[in-house]
Each structure stands twice: as C-alpha cells, then as structure tokens.
C-alpha cells in the first residue's frame, strides 16, 4: 500500500492548526507542522491529545520543524516530500501592535516564503491558504455593509486612500492579494504545477485544545471574565473551528477548489450582545460577570479617546454585515454542522476546563 501524503501545516501552536491536525490524523494523512521554538512541540502534541478519534501512533509521529515567517530558515526542510501546505500561521494578536508592520511583514513576507518553498519543493502540489473575513469585508462605505446585500468572495477589504482598515485586517488583505499575485507570476510564467486556494474564515469560536487557544476565544474570555462592562454594538459571522478545519481539508484535495478562495462563515453572525445572552441562558450562575448593558455607541466613542485598541472598532459599530457561505457550499459540499450557540459554548466550555476564566 502506498504511503499516505505528507502535508505541512504552519503554525501548529495555534487554535485552529490544532484543530486541523486532529482532521488530518483522522483522515490518515502524514502530518508536519512549524513551530517558531522547538520546545513547543511536546505542547502541541499534549493539545492535539484532547481530541477524540487519533491514536498514540499518530500523535508521535507529528513531525515537527522550525521555521519562522520572518527567517529564511527551515522553510525548505518543511515542505520537503510534502504534496499539500496548508499555511495557517499568522500573527493574530489581541493588542494594538507598535507599527503596522510588526503584522504586515509576517502576514505578507510570510507568505511569499511558503509560497516559494513549495514551488522549490517539486513536490507540493497545492497551497491552502488561511485568509480571513478581515481580506474581504472592511473599509466599505457604511452603507454598503448595511445594504443587507451578503459579502462574498468577490468582495475585497478597501485599502485605497483615505482608509481607515485596522492594521490586522490590513495585514490578511496585503498577504493574500501578495498569494494571488504570487500565483499570477507563476503562470505568466508556465509553471502551472502549483495550485493555490484560500480560505477567508470569520469569528471562529469553538473547543480550545489548550490553554494557549484561549486568546483566539478571546471575546468569550473577557465576556465570562466581566473584563468589560458591557457589550458593545458590535456583531461578528461566526464559524466553529471544527468546520473551519473541515473546509480547509475539503479545500485541499478537491479539483475545484483550484484558483477560489471561499468565505467560512457558518449559521450567522451574533451581536455580542447575543453571545452574552447564551453564555448566561447555558451557564446560570457561571455567567455571573457576563455583562448585561449593551453599551451604547457614544460610550465606546469615549472610550476610544483613551483606548486605543477600541478605535480600531468604531467603524464597526452597529452595524450588520451578511456574508454569505454559498460558494463553500455549492462547490465544495461543505455544510456547517455547529451552530453558532454551539460554538460559543463550546469555547465557554474548554475556557471553563482548563482554568482560563475567573468564574
Ligand atoms: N481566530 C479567528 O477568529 C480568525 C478569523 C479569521 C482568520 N483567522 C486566521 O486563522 C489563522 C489561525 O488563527 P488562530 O485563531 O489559530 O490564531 P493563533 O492561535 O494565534 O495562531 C496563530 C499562529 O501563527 C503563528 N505565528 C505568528 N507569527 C508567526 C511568525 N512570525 N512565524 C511563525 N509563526 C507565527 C503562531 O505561532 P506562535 O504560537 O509561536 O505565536 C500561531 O501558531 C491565522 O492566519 C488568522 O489570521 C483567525
């Protein structure tokens, strides 16, 4: 019997690359990912341990490589003998970096490298690249968003003049457009061996593996916290990481996926308003901190005069984008099978079990 693919995954530190492995294992795939310091890979491996479905076997032979989305080094030992990348790391941080750069040169620069090393490889046949919802649908008129009219792949995050896009958006939007231009470059130039897909996820929620997913689940965190004294007017689409996960898979090996990127949004999109409401219908006296005030937009323009990181959402404020899922499920047969309540405590639940809130 032939042995199965090898496929590289970056970033197996993070939520949704954790995640990822366990569907790979389950699906029988040999499996490498990165790490920026070897010494997290026993992390990863106790992580990955959580999820139901994968053997010790399987578990231990997680290949482990270094390699940096800054460096050089290492990318071409971690393609090496691969047939698919799926490259998921990117800096996705809770706080205001010091210059937009500190995101943009990893997200882009990062990028590239991937991209580079697989076309060197001769073995890599497809690169699954993870976007984001933050590539497709910001730095519209207001009135576009509340149109009512579903965002969807054709949409692109504006960064022309006069824009007023958050640095992490703008670092999704300038390493994916650098993904496709990469790929433009490739076939002007005949090389048609490397195919390219994207996906564009929205909030993902959903079970941490471990302790260090929990700052992806970060608005669950501050919620069950009552790190913040009410819930701001704002809404997010919503994907639970497990299907998540399941759309990059499907995106890998399916011929139609070729040259597409597709946004990964599942049942909707909630207010954060509504993520309190089910936190507190689930939890009962759990959820005591979960605030109950909705802030009203006029509080958070004050507050953005002394926080930072709070004018990054001003333009968001009240407003609801629809953003549709249909081409993930016309071309790829993929069907969201968590609800958004679901994810929500999902997330709840594994923040509960591994200590991560102050109930
Ligand atoms: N979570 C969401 O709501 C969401 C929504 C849409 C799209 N996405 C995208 O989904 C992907 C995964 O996000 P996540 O939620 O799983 O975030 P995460 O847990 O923070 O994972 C990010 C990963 O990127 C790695 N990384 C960051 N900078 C790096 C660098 N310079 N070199 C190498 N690796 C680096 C991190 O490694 P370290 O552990 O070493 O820091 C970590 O493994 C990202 O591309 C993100 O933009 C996330």
Known sequence: MPEAPIVLITGGTGFLAGWIIVLLFRQGYRVRTTVRTLSRAAEIKSSIRAADGITETQISSLQVVQADLVKDEGWAEAVKDAIYVLHVASPFPAALPKHEEDLIIPARD??????????????????????????????????????????????????????????????????????????????????????????????????????????????????????????????????????????????????????????????????????????????????????????????????????????????????AKVISNAKAREVLGWQWQYSSEQAVMASADSLIKFGMVNL
Request: one cysteine or more; a positive charge; glycine letters at 10%.
């Open 110 to 319: 990062g990028t590239l490298r991937v991209l580079r090393a697989a076309r060197d490889s001769g073995t890599v046949t497809r690169v699954v690249m993870t976007s984001s919802f933050a590539a497709v649908g910001y730095g519209h008129p207001k009135e576009r968003s509340q149109s009512g009219i579903p965002y969807t792949e054709k949409d692109w995050t504006y960064l022309g003049p006069g824009n007023t896009v958050p640095p992490y958006n703008k670092s999704k939007t300038l390493a994916e457009r650098a993904a496709w231009d990469f790929m433009k470059t490739l076939e002007s130039q005949g090389n048609t061996k490397l195919e390219l897909a994207v996906i564009n996820p929205t909030a993902i929620l959903g079970p941490a593996l471990g302790k260090d997913d929990a700052s992806s689940l970060r608005t669950v965190t501050e919620l069950l916290n009552g790190a913040i004294p009410g819930c701001p007017r704002l809404q997010f689409g919503i994907i639970d990481v497990r299907d998540c996960a399941d759309m990059h898979l499907r995106a890998m090996t399916d011929p139609k996926a070729k040259g597409e990127r597709f946004l990964c949004v599942g049942e909707g999109s909630l207010w954060i308003e509504d993520i309190a409401k089910i936190l507190r219908k689930n939890l009962g006296p759990k959820a005591r901190k979960v605030p109950t005030m909705v802030l009203p937009n006029i509080v958070m323009r004050g507050v953005a005069l002394f926080v930072p990181v709070a004018r990054l959402v001003l333009g968001d404020l009240g407003v």
